[in-house]
């Protein structure tokens, strides 16, 4: 009986590597540095080719009265009130190896005063902790005012962390120039955001590029549709990119990430049992990152410690194990 050849797809694309983290020969603080990136197939197409960098976790830690569920409160404790040691606790027991500072909620508050606590907050973390370091802002616009407070905040943080390749963000379509300027002149990649949208994606990377950056200074973020309310758009946004990237689209040769802690958000994990709803947000969190990350998502942001465990141990069984090229029957085998 004779067997039916099987044919691969050749992509003559491949997604730049972006490096997060300086370390001190490269002019920052950083104890390392993390690679995200470089990827030639698609993700677990391990028949096809292995790629260089496996997905990286970042640990959320929130900057001041995090909009958190009563759960999480529950887990966190005291933590939620002081991100210093809310970052130590993430990488000295819990082993992140990226801290993603979000800045979200600081922007309820408007007055000179805390503005300058705040980058107290973002100076301090850099000295607690020296693992690299994601710092975010407003990550859904609610009013025309959030792009101003965005920009303001954002460009302050390129300048405290000038040197250390922090990733900083988010851009918008129509809000990039100022913190996409501040990136390019103390050094930090940039987070780029639209809405599911590869059209989108294309405009705003286009902008980033024409300002003088590069697809190794920027990380897309195409917004995650956690479980339970539009992960499949996310999924199906992040293939198409990815795709499109692989085949030759140079401007969207860069890396994604996906928000799995946008999981907690779901209707479901409002209930007021706390133990139940926080396994329940767990399992959606983990779900909502290997669905993003088997999409061609290079990074999680990740809110809970036991979530981002086990989504680190996904990544290390499936992206790390196999060290070299394996047949499709083999693939087949293991899956």
């Known amino acids: 009986m004779s067997s039916i050849p099987i044919s691969f797809e050749k992509y003559e694309g491949e ?4 490096e997060i983290g300086a370390t001190k020969t490269e002019g920052g603080t950083r104890s390392y540095s993390v690679t995200v990136g470089g ?28 909009p958190l569920p009563g759960s999480l409160f529950n887990f966190f404790g005291d933590l939620v009130d002081n991100p210093v040691e809310w970052s130590r606790e993430a990488v000295n027991k819990f082993k992140a190896e990226m801290v993603n500072l979000r800045l979200t909620d600081a922007f309820s508050i408007r007055n000179e005063t805390f503005k300058k606590e705040i980058s107290n907050v973002i100076e301090e973390v850099l000295q607690a902790v020296k693992v690299p ?18 920009n303001e905040i954002l460009t302050k943080s390129a300048e405290i962390c000038e040197g250390e390749k922090c990733l900083i963000g988010p851009v918008y379509t129509n809000a990039f120039q100022e913190i996409g300027k501040a ?22 990377n286009t902008s980033l ?12 973020d195409v917004t995650t549709g956690a479980l339970g309310y539009g992960i499949e758009y ?27 802690s946008e999981s907690w958000l779901a ?20 779900l909502t990152a290997i669905t993003g990350i088997m999409a061609g998502a290079n990074i999680s942001s990740s809110l809970h410690p036991e979530a981002a465990k086990l989504i680190n141990e996904f990544v290390n069984n499936f992206f790390n194990e196999p060290k070299q090229f394996i047949t499709v029957e083999e693939w087949l085998k293991t899956r």
Do not use: W
């Not at 407003?138 to 009013?143: L, Q, T």
């Not at 103390?186 to 955001?193: D, G, T």
């Not at 590029?209 to 897309?220: A, S, V």
């Open 234 to 260: 996310t999924f199906s946004t992040l293939e198409r990119v990815k795709i499109r990237a692989l085949r030759g689209d140079k401007i969207l040769q860069s890396p994604s990430i996906i928000f799995s």
């Open 39 to 66: 990827d030639k197939y698609l993700p677990l197409y391990s028949f096809e080719g292995i790629n260089p960098n496996p997905p990286r976790i970042a640990h959320e830690v929130y900057c001041y009265h995090a």
């Open 183 to 204: 990136c390019l002149e103390k050094k930090h990649p940039v987070l780029a955001k639209t809405n599911m949208d590869v059209n989108q994606a294309l405009k705003l």
């Open 267 to 286: 209707r479901e994990l409002q209930e007021e049992d706390k133990l139940e709803t926080e396994k329940t947000g767990i399992t959606f969190e983990v």
């Open 209 to 220: 590029l024409n300002l003088g950056l590069t697809n190794k200074e920027i990380i897309m």
């Open 15 to 18: 997604i730049k590597e972006v």
């Open 133 to 150: 370091l994601l710092i975010t802002g407003v990550m859904d616009i609610i009013e025309m005012d959030d792009y101003r407070k965005n």
